[in-house]
């Protein structure tokens, strides 16, 4: 089975401009999430999707948003890059809401 | 959220010993946590959850001890292994306020196994 895939593995952007960032969950799992990692530091959680719908948002601006598609896979769009945006994008899926999430490789942003 | 340092509490062991891994949870009403186990240029990679009705719960070489009173989570690792080394997290799935649902990381501790 294969289990959660995230696309690109790297992305380098310059101040200012956007990124997407894709995911596609476990088969079967509705539930995704995405988390920031910047370097050397925890998982800060950013978005929550279940069943097409935002559920939960962490604390960041609003220039982070994203979306889930009918397939359960989902989108991470970040706008007018910064350079403190620079972290790796993990994505993460689960049958049960908040229960065992299950990590992809994550994406590593770099914000030049 | 939380902020974290740069300098991860590390802990080191040599191989064939037992590690213990503590972390601290933030909210008496988190009813899930788990650990988690990251090696370098990875992902997260679920190791074992228990859920707040239960004190001890154990999986093969790994045991998960909870204490509710002083809001205190443990990760036992049996015969550490050099394939053990990673940085550990644990998360607490804590259903209150803004953070309705979704699992809250802690700061994370390195292992380092010495053959």
């Known amino acids: 089975e294969a289990g959660v895939t995230q696309s690109p593995t790297h992305l380098i952007k310059t101040r200012g401009q956007q990124a997407t960032l894709r995911c596609s969950p476990i088969s079967g799992h509705t539930s995704v999430y995405w988390y920031q990692q910047a370097l050397g530091l925890g998982l800060q959680f950013l978005l929550w999707y279940d069943e097409g719908e935002e559920r939960n948002r962490g604390n960041f601006p609003p220039r982070f948003s994203g979306r889930q598609f009918p397939n359960y896979s989902s989108e991470l769009n970040v706008n007018a890059l910064e350079l403190e945006d620079s972290a790796l994008y993990l994505c993460?899926?689960?049958?049960?809401?908040?229960?065992?999430?299950?990590f992809g490789s994550g994406t590593q942003l770099s914000v030049l | 959220g939380e902020s974290v340092g740069l300098h991860l509490p590390t802990l080191s062991v040599q191989e064939g010993d037992n590690s213990i891994i503590n972390c601290a949870y933030s909210?008496?009403?988190?009813?899930?946590f788990i650990w988690y186990k990251q090696e370098s240029g990875k992902g997260p990679q679920f190791i074992i959850d228990i859920r707040s009705n239960m004190d001890k719960r154990q999986g093969q070489r790994v045991t998960v001890l909870l204490n509710k009173t002083v809001k205190h989570l443990s990760l036992q690792i049996a015969a550490t292994q050099p394939g053990d080394s990673a940085v550990y997290f644990c998360a607490e799935n804590a259903n209150y306020g803004g953070s309705q649902g979704n699992l809250i990381f802690g700061k994370g501790t390195k292992l380092s196994v010495k053959p």
């Open positions: 909210n008496s009403a988190s009813d899930y």
């Open positions: 993460a899926s689960s049958l049960v809401s908040n229960e065992k999430l299950f």
